[in-house]
């Protein structure tokens, strides 16, 4: 079946500027992530969903940042007034799952953002 | 709060060698612990994953192994290929999910 797929693949935007990023998980996955790789930073944990309970946004670096999750499905990322530390690859990813055995993680290609 | 090393940060090896890849986390209480691949300018794919109540995994040339206790795990690569070349991450599922720094894998014809 189709793996997580993200849109856009690339995103180049001004620094203010607000940004949506989609994530469609694989169908049928209860839980989805977001997380994002700065160069040099590695990959970072920004927040996680799990069916309908309250996301887990633990790791949003501040309140620019906002993510919601429709219908349990389709997720959105959004990123208020983007600075240019915000330029990274945001990645999603989803499993069927949290608890094991359903719990690996399928990731998507990512969206490449830079913030000029 | 949970922190993964991976050990070495990178490896050059001539083609055929068998190799070990080494991943160590601070915090012995996780779901499952899963090793990825990621080729420059790509996503991550998921080669292994180890659930807490596993030892090890094995997939064709892969064969990962967990030991919560010590918090570690090995990712062995046998024969390796040019085809192998790649950043290798592993990635310990906890409260979150917590990345390595990876291991840049070159593999030499």
């Known amino acids: 079946g189709a793996g997580v797929s993200q849109s856009p693949s690339n995103k180049v935007t001004e620094k203010g500027k607000d940004v949506e990023l989609r994530c469609d998980p694989i169908?049928?996955?209860?839980?989805l992530y977001w997380y994002r790789q700065s160069l040099g930073q590695g990959l970072e944990f920004l927040i996680y969903?799990?069916?309908?309970?309250?996301?887990?946004k633990s790791g949003l670096p501040s309140d620019r940042f906002s993510a919601e999750r429709t219908g349990g499905s389709v997720s959105t990322l959004t990123i208020q007034r983007t600075q240019q530390e915000d330029s990274a690859v945001y990645l999603c990813?989803?499993?069927?799952?949290?608890?094991?055995?359903?719990?690996?993680?399928?990731f998507g290609p990512g969206t490449r953002l830079t913030v000029l | 709060k949970q922190e993964v090393t991976q050990i070495p940060a990178a490896l050059s090896v001539p083609e055929g060698e068998n190799l070990v890849l080494n991943c160590s986390f601070t915090?012995?209480?996780?779901?499952?612990l899963q090793w990825f691949r990621q080729d420059p300018g790509k996503g991550l794919t998921s080669l292994l994953l180890?659930?807490?109540?596993?030892r090890e995994q094995t997939s064709g040339r892969l064969n990962a192994s967990l030991d919560k206790s010590s918090g570690r795990s090995t990712l062995y690569i046998a024969a390796s290929q040019p085809g192998d070349s790649a950043t290798y991450l592993c990635?310990?599922?906890?409260?979150?999910?917590?990345f390595g720094p990876g291991t840049r894998l070159s593999v030499l014809p």
């Open positions: 990635a310990a599922y906890g409260q979150n999910f917590v």
């Open positions: 915090d012995s209480a996780i779901y499952n």
């Open positions: 990813a989803s499993s069927l799952f949290r608890q094991e055995p359903y719990n690996e993680q399928f």
């Open positions: 969903f799990q069916g309908n309970s309250a996301p887990d």
């Open positions: 169908s049928g996955h209860t839980a």
């Open positions: 180890i659930q807490s109540s596993q």
